[in-house]
């Protein structure tokens, strides 16, 4: 099955087309391909958000530099081993460790808490989404047994990144970043929200043209949703339709992706993610960190699975994937991208 291309006038068709009809043929579409490389098998991640503190001041983020009313958290190793610990028990067999750009968190400190997972568990993937680093500790990360990276590029037009972005980050860089990722041999995941302030529809479609350009193995993407405590507050959220639909283009046009039904799909909608998995999501990413923290890794307004219902996300999720006719598997979950025959 080869990937679909679209041009440019077809995808600003798909995307502003709203008839219900439309919809549920390119959800169908998406399911088969999605059937066709992957079954109706769903990857679990653990995510473990070990640290709230962030030296980037992203316009979007509730994490963000200025923000005073967080109250900041730093998880230890020996914290982050037990969650791991935890969610092998659980049967998750990849971890991924997620953090803002926290300067405590050394190349050193990384390293030892990556090792001290693979070598406690070689049958697990570790995957790191700590932002933008130099080519050389990207490479110890590696080095050190990291098999996977995710970095949203969030916008692929210059001129939106930097409105939603302080001067001092660049999407040149964020690019720069993902290819060295890519060069060192991760599997890469990139990725944007869908519905962020000033966002055209153009940029939507330079978004997946910028995907098509890195060909990464994982694609992360999900509404905006506006906090309180930053410079966007009350600015519109992205919508479920928006994103459903944008699910199934990705799948129809990137077959052997990995592409998760995120935590703000299932917060926009409390059904979010079960619809996200029937447009052609494969992955769901339940949170693993300690039930006390969660909280506080607030990225935006109302998130779920943080109160004390959330220690049972794995279960939760388990359900809510049965619903609609899918099943979670315990595998590391690997990137299928050229099944038989298939090569591009
Ligand atoms: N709404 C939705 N997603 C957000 N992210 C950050 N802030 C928000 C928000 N307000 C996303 C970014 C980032 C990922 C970890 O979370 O795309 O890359
Ligand atoms: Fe977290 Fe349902 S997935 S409580």
Do not use: W
Request: proline letters at 4%; one cysteine or more; charged letters at 25%.
């Amino acid at each position: 099955m080869k990937p679909m291309r679209f041009s440019d006038d077809e995808l600003k068709n798909y995307i502003l087309q709203e008839s219900a009809d439309f919809n549920d043929y390119l959800f169908k579409e998406a399911d088969t391909i999605r059937q066709y490389y992957y079954g109706r098998d769903v990857y679990i991640r653990g995510l473990i958000e070990f640290t709230n503190y962030c030296k980037n001041n992203c316009f979007y983020c509730g994490i963000r530099r200025d923000n005073t009313c967080v109250e900041r958290y730093r998880l230890m190793p020996e914290d982050i081993m037990a969650c791991c610990e935890e969610g092998y028990g659980l049967g998750f067999r990849t971890f991924v460790l997620q953090g803002g750009e926290d300067p405590y968190y050394t190349d050193d400190v990384i390293c030892r808490v990556v090792s001290g997972i693979k070598d406690k568990y070689p049958d697990c993937a570790v995957t790191l989404s700590i932002g933008e680093k130099s080519y050389e500790s990207y490479l110890e990360y590696y080095r050190a047994g990291a098999d996977r990276y995710l970095l949203r590029h969030e916008t692929a037009d210059g001129a939106h990144y930097s409105r939603l972005h302080p001067a001092e980050m660049s999407l040149e860089n964020r690019k720069k970043s993902l290819f060295n990722l890519k060069e060192i041999g991760y599997q890469v995941g990139s990725g944007f929200m869908v519905g962020s302030p000033y966002q055209t529809t153009e940029n939507l479609i330079q978004d997946i043209r910028f995907l098509q350009e890195l060909e990464p193995d994982m694609i992360g993407i999900g509404p905006y949703i506006s906090h309180e405590n930053t410079p966007f507050k009350g600015k519109e959220n992205g919508t479920l339709a928006q994103t459903l639909k944008l699910i199934a283009i990705l799948r129809c046009m990137f077959p052997y992706a990995l592409i998760p039904a995120t935590t703000s799909l299932g917060t926009i909608d409390p059904r979010g993610r079960e619809l996200g998995l029937k447009a052609g999501a494969n992955v769901v990413m339940p949170n693993l960190s300690p039930v006390g923290v969660r909280e506080l890794y607030s990225l935006y307004d109302n998130k779920i699975c943080t109160g004390d219902e959330a220690a049972q996300c794995r279960v939760c999720l388990e359900k809510r994937v049965e619903s609609v006719g899918y099943k979670i598997v315990t595998a590391r979950g690997d990137v299928k991208r050229f099944s038989e025959g298939d090569k591009k």
